[in-house]
Antibody
Framework: EVQLVESGGGLVKPGGSLRLSCAAS????????MNWVRQAPGKGLEWVSS????????YYADSVKGRFTNSRDNAKNSLFLQMNSLRAEDTAVYYC????????????WGQGTLVTVSS | QSVLTQPPSVSGAPGQRVTISCTGS?????????VHWYQQLPGTAPKLLIY???NRPSGVPDRFSGSKSGTSASLAITGLQAEDEADYYC?????????FGGGTKLTVL
C-alpha cells in the first residue's frame, strides 16, 4: 500500500523552529520528487517546497524562502522540512506529497500534520 | 490571492451536471502547462482527481472529466451524488513554482 505519514507538528512560539518528517512506503521513494503543501485553517492549498529525486533541485515558495529547508534521505525513504523563524501565518496543516519526476501533479498525499504558531 | 482563479462555490441537485472553472494566465495554463484537479472531502487530505487536463487516475468514476482551453480549464461532474460534496482545487505550474486555485466548495442540494 502506498503511504506517506507526516509527523513533527505541534505548537510553537513565534520565532521558534520545528522539523517535520514524512515517512514513505509502498512506492519507489527515490524516483519521486517530493513536495510540501500547506493549508491554513479554513483556507486553500499552498505549495511550499519541492525537492527533486536526488536533491539536486530544491524550490521554495517566496513566503518561506530563507526560513524553511527541504531535505530528504532516500536510504531511509524520508522527507524533512526544517522550519525556522516561524510566524503566525505559517499556522497550517502541512502535507507531504509525491510527484512523479518530470510530471507536475501531486500524488500520493500524506494525511497531514498540524503546525500552530502562537504565543 | 491565488494565482489560479476558481469560483468560491457551486451547487447542484443530485443527478445534475456542474462545472468548475479555473482561470490562469500566460505564465501558467496559457504557457502550455497542464492542469490537474484534486478533491478534498471534509477533514481529509486532498486526492488527485484529474491529471494532465483530462486523465482520470484508476478508481475515479467517469462522471468526473476535465478540459483545458487557452488560459482556462474546467472540471465537469455529471450525475451529481451526495458524496461529491467536497472542496475542489485546480493546480498547474508557473516558473519554478507549483500553483493552486483558491478552491471551490461543491454543495449537493
Amino acid at each position: 500500500e502506498v503511504q506517506l505519514v507526516e509527523s513533527g507538528g505541534g505548537l510553537v512560539k513565534p520565532g521558534g523552529s520545528l522539523r517535520l518528517s514524512c515517512a514513505a512506503s509502498g512506492f519507489t521513494f527515490s524516483s519521486y520528487s517530493m513536495n510540501w503543501v500547506r493549508q491554513a485553517p479554513g483556507k486553500g492549498l499552498e505549495w511550499v517546497s519541492s525537492i527533486s529525486s536526488s536533491s539536486t533541485y530544491i524550490y521554495y515558495a517566496d513566503s518561506v524562502k530563507g526560513r524553511f529547508t527541504n531535505s530528504r534521505d532516500n536510504a531511509k525513504n524520508s522527507l524533512f522540512l526544517q522550519m525556522n523563524s516561524l510566524r503566525a501565518e505559517d499556522t497550517a496543516v502541512y502535507y507531504c506529497a509525491g510527484r512523479t519526476s518530470g510530471q507536475n501533479w501531486f500524488d500520493p498525499w500524506g494525511q497531514g500534520t498540524l503546525v500552530t504558531v502562537s504565543s | 490571492q491565488s494565482v489560479l482563479t476558481q469560483p468560491p462555490s457551486v451547487s447542484g441537485a443530485p443527478g445534475q451536471r456542474v462545472t468548475i472553472s479555473c482561470t490562469g494566465s500566460s505564465s501558467n495554463i496559457g504557457a502550455g502547462y497542464d492542469v490537474h484537479w484534486y478533491q478534498q472531502l471534509p477533514g481529509t487530505a486532498p486526492k488527485l482527481l484529474i491529471y494532465g487536463n483530462s486523465n482520470r487516475p484508476s478508481g475515479v468514476p467517469d462522471r468526473f472529466s476535465g478540459s483545458k482551453s487557452g488560459t482556462s480549464a474546467s472540471l465537469a461532474i455529471t450525475g451529481l451524488q451526495a458524496e461529491d460534496e467536497a472542496d475542489y482545487y485546480c493546480q498547474s505550474y508557473d516558473t519554478s513554482r507549483w500553483v493552486f486555485g483558491g478552491g471551490t466548495k461543491l454543495t449537493v442540494l
